[in-house]
């Protein structure tokens, strides 16, 4: 029983490794990162995603390294209780988990579309002196996908448009319920 556990184990652990596109660099040490003490973790963040998109970005820090993030068009009640707890709703399939590495006055973070052979979405964030966020870039590198639409991706790798992301505490994630 026990060897079956590990063959199952490594199985697991292999599969992980090769679904993680090669340019995902970025490691999670499950350990605090400090910024908590820079920013607000105890709820969400809604952005626009760029200059003249529609779209909203819906992201989330933890203590500990983990990022998760979703682009929607509208910013549903059901969308938003994803950040806040384990919502089986099926509008958390749209969410996608990642990490960040703090860098001074940058949040840098990674995370893998599991489309194709993956595609790793990089996003950077600013700190501002007033404690709050701004979208910095959002970019993909077209050369590590086998998705040809990839490389239609609007990336920017400077925001033109910079704007401060709005924060909503978890009270309100757990009041929509």
């Known amino acids: ?10 199985f697991l652990w292999g599969i992980s490794c090769a679904v993680r ?16 003490q820079r ?4 709820g969400y963040y809604v952005s626009a995603r760029g200059c003249d998109s529609t779209f909203y970005t819906v992201f989330r820090f933890y ?6 993030i979703a682009t ?26 990642g990490v960040y590495l703090l860098e001074g006055d940058w949040i840098k973070t990674q995370v893998v579309w599991p489309v194709g052979n993956g595609c790793t ?14 979208n910095s870039s959002d970019y993909v590198e077209a050369e590590y996908s ?3 639409y990839i490389k239609n ?3 920017f790798y400077e925001n033109p448009c910079e704007q401060e992301a709005q924060f909503y505490p978890l009270l309100i994630i757990n009041e929509r319920k």
């Open 1 to 10: 029983m026990k060897n079956s556990l590990l063959i199952f184990s490594c």
């Open 21 to 36: 596109p090669k340019n995902f660099t970025y490691t999670y040490r499950g350990e605090k990162t400090g910024l908590g």
């Open 39 to 42: 920013i607000n973790l105890d």
């Open 63 to 68: 203590p500990d390294g983990l990022f998760a």
């Open 72 to 97: 929607a068009s509208e910013l549903s009640p059901a969308l938003i209780r994803c950040f806040g707890n384990e919502s089986k709703d099926k509008a958390c399939k749209y969410l996608l988990k």
């Open 121 to 134: 979405q990089f996003r950077n964030y600013r700190i501002l002196p007033s404690g709050r966020i701004a």
């Open 146 to 148: 086998n998705l040809a």
């Open 153 to 155: 991706y609007p990336s």
